[in-house]
């Protein structure tokens, strides 16, 4: 008879148990996305950047103006503060002020781009940054060129320790991206998508501006083959933008990035944007089926828009924490800090704090292209709280006396963009909401007219 051991088969069953939960807990890693810094150098001084007559000049910035420095080096320590040790940062771009290119040069643009780069190699110190070029940072504004310039040369010379492959250093001195391996094997496919931005003139008439399309589809074929995940960021998003109901890529090149990120979707993990300057998300749907998140964060500058037929909204700073599995990618969570820019300037000391958490204020159980669909669904029935929620967390939590309303037709066209990336669909759900609503204005007049006729006949 063998004499069985129970210790020893105690001390087995405990190390297969924490092997087996080990695969079941989620190796969770954090990233920070921030966008959009606009850096004015001559705020209190020319105003380059203000839409407005400027006279009170708060230290940390002005609703009219893009950031002072103040608010630049404010916005990275914070950042520092709330979470120092993540797995990297997502910076996206457009790190240069709203003005004229009278004002700007590549020396002005690349030292601004010096300026913020140094500045967070200096408070993060070995954190890989994955930085992308946003509209305003060519010059002349938005002319991006689809192949070799100066000022590609001069970035990747402040890049260098974030870019380090030679082949990927090639694809940047051609084209402005990128593809970089994280510390823990996700791809991250660093795009110029101001290649495709509708109001770069040296592009539109191109099929495929520096070999960009033809480059990720490559590296998208490539991660299935090798079972990687992949997240892809970039400045100006795909999709359609809900205040211009048009997409802000030229209409061929939107309809080709929605056919690759839909052709891919297995493998993409997430897709992060910047540009809008608002909170913002679109969900890509393969059949019905909700497939991959856009996330768009909200900018650091305050800057409001204004032409003379329209002003923008006004809007806090804002930086954007994420939270994913490390082994699949999965988007746990995202919290979004803001500074609360009146109390900053009033106190003489920067006031940021949590603005919302992604799962727990929205009711979510992460940020799955499942869940965020599920969010997008509640937030089209009318008088959902969800819906009031994002339309503050959109223009990060001004003053309610400051916020625009948003009324039926603004509604039908943010809820559309939620779910339709492309031109043609967009249009079809932006007719049907409407249609829908001035159907039910015509039922309630209906009614109305009927209780009138009722009482004048009646009394
Ligand atoms: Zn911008
Ligand atoms: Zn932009």
């Known amino acids: 008879m063998v004499a069985i051991n129970w210790f020893r088969c105690v001390g087995l069953c405990c190390v297969l148990l924490v092997i087996s939960w080990s695969g079941c807990v989620a190796d969770e890693g954090w990233f920070w996305h921030v966008t959009d810094f606009h850096y004015d150098f001559s705020y209190t001084d020319l105003d380059l950047s203000c839409n407005d007559d400027v006279t009170n000049h708060g230290e940390y910035g002005n609703y009219w103006c893009d950031a002072p420095w103040r608010l630049v080096e404010s916005s990275v320590e914070a950042m520092k503060r709330f979470k120092p040790d993540v ?30 780069t140094n500045l967070l190699v200096e408070k993060f110190k070995s954190t890989p940054v994955y930085a992308t070029f946003g509209n305003h940072d060519y010059y002349p504004d938005a002319q991006f060129p689809p192949s070799n310039n100066e000022l590609y040369n001069r970035t990747l010379e402040n890049w260098l320790t974030w870019i380090t492959d030679e082949g990927e250093k090639e694809n940047f001195l051609k084209g402005g991206y990128y593809s970089v391996v994280t510390a823990h094997g996700i791809r991250v496919l660093a795009l110029n998508t101001n290649l495709y931005y509708t109001s770069d003139k040296l592009t539109g008439n191109l099929i495929d501006p520096a070999g960009q399309f033809a480059w990720l589809e490559t ?21 359609m933008v809900d205040t211009m109901s048009k997409s802000w890529m030229y209409d061929h090149f939107n309809t080709k990035m929605n056919e690759i990120i839909r052709k891919y979707s297995d493998v993409i993990i997430g897709l992060h944007f910047g540009h809008e300057h608002m909170d913002n998300f679109r ?16 900018s ?16 806090n700073p804002a930086i954007r924490l994420v939270q994913y599995d490390r082994q699949t990618g999965r988007h746990l969570n995202m919290i979004t800090y803001y500074m609360d820019l009146p109390a900053s300037n009033a106190q003489g000391i ?3 704090a949590e603005e919302y958490n992604a799962t727990r204020d929205y009711n979510i159980d992460d940020l799955s292209p499942n869940s965020m ?14 819906f009031n929620n994002y339309w503050k967390w959109r223009v990060v939590n001004v003053q309610d006396a400051m916020m625009e309303e ?10 559309c963009q939620f779910h339709h990336v492309d ?9 049907k909401a409407v249609g829908k609503s001035s159907c039910l204005l015509q039922s309630l007049v209906t009614v109305l007219i009927s209780v009138l006729t009722c009482l004048a006949t009646y009394t």
């Open 87 to 116: 797995d990297f940062i997502l910076w996206t771009g457009d790190s240069v002020l709203h003005t004229g290119d009278e004002h700007l040069s590549i020396d002005i643009n690349d030292g601004i781009l010096s300026n913020i």
């Open 300 to 315: 650091v500058t305050p800057w409001r828009y204004k032409i003379p037929s329209k002003t923008g909204a006004a809007h």
């Open 350 to 352: 920067p006031q940021w």
């Open 406 to 415: 948003c009324g039926e037709a603004c509604k039908a066209n943010v809820v």
């Open 373 to 386: 669909n599920k969010l997008a669904l509640r937030m089209s029935s009318s008088n959902s709280l969800e």
């Open 219 to 239: 590296l998208l074929a490539d991660a299935v083959t090798r079972k990687e995940k992949v997240l892809i960021t970039g400045h100006v998003p795909p999709g």
């Open 423 to 431: 031109q043609s669909t967009y249009d079809a759900c932006v007719l």
């Open 283 to 298: 969900v890509y749907t393969k059949s019905d089926t909700p497939v991959v998140t856009m996330f768009l964060a909200p």
